[in-house]
């Protein structure tokens, strides 16, 4: 795929991930033009003036609230990468409106201002959460999930393609536990919901990556879901803290003692690729002779942090964190 001629569009595009996400297209791919679609000006003008303002970037104030200000930005561009979402679990369950507002008629947007304009390809970001959902946030993101999918039956006849990726915890990114660790690491105790925790991980870099890959190859259905390794809770503590104590401080509502990528039903549908894993649509109401290559699991497959075949230890959880160690410690790791 060449994407030299392609104008992508990014919602949420000054997240963590959006910003990495333009950071690494921008450097390795080269496009004619990404557009940075969120609603925040404060964080777009931030964003600009932390070394963002390549000449091929443009800005657009916007909320996936709002099909008609979707359908004005999606005018002349190829790929959309969505983004934007409400992620943090408790607010989510004490403003449950706002984020099925936000996560799931946002996502309803999204695709159909795509299929309304001609968008090629959107690429959907969702959740180990939304795989047998115990919280809103989850809920939400399954609904988002299913709602990308099924919009490739309605684009049947047309060009749009709609796909989505699935992944766990982002080392450093907003939200993640490692910034909390570090922080907590100067008072001398490191607070952990439940010591029988585990973890998928990756870097953002990793992430950005990832969804290039999946972008390069969708075919339109695919949620795809990348090998990673996973970490016990305990184990990322002592490499961030070692001489801290650690306070159990009890699980909260709606958080999961091991993260679930895939659940053994959907393992029945999914095949296996180099680095990947591929959830096939339960069904292709649409008729596109698709191929959805790959070797197929075994019965009773779940890909989840506790039976990973992959494990950090504490050195590997170490290299893991040091970049973003040193982001802390210079004042410039978002918490």
Known sequence: MDW?????????GTGSFGKKFTKILLAEKNPKKVIIFSRDELKQHEMRVAGYNDPRLRYFIGDVRDRERLVRAM???????????????PACEYNPMEAIKTNIIGTSNVVEAALDVGVEKVLALS??????PVNLYGATKLAAEKLV????????????RYSCVRYGNVVGSRGSVVPLFLKQRASGKVTITDDRMTRFWLSLEQGVHFVINCIEQMEGGEVFVPKIPSTTIIDLAKAIAPEAEIDIIGIRPGEKLHEVLISEDEARGTVERDGMFIVKPPETLWKRDMTYQGESLPDGFRYSSDNNSEWLDLDGIKQFVAPFEKLFMAGKLEG
Do not use: C, E, F
Request: no cysteine.
């Open 149 to 160: 999918i099924q919009s490739n039956a309605y684009a049947a006849g047309k060009a749009t």
């Open 75 to 89: 005018h002349g561009v190829d790929i959309v990468v969505h983004a934007a979402a409400l992620k943090q679990v």
């Open 4 to 12: 030299k001629d392609k104008a992508i569009l990014i919602t949420g």
């Open 127 to 132: 959740t180990d959460k939304a795989v047998n």
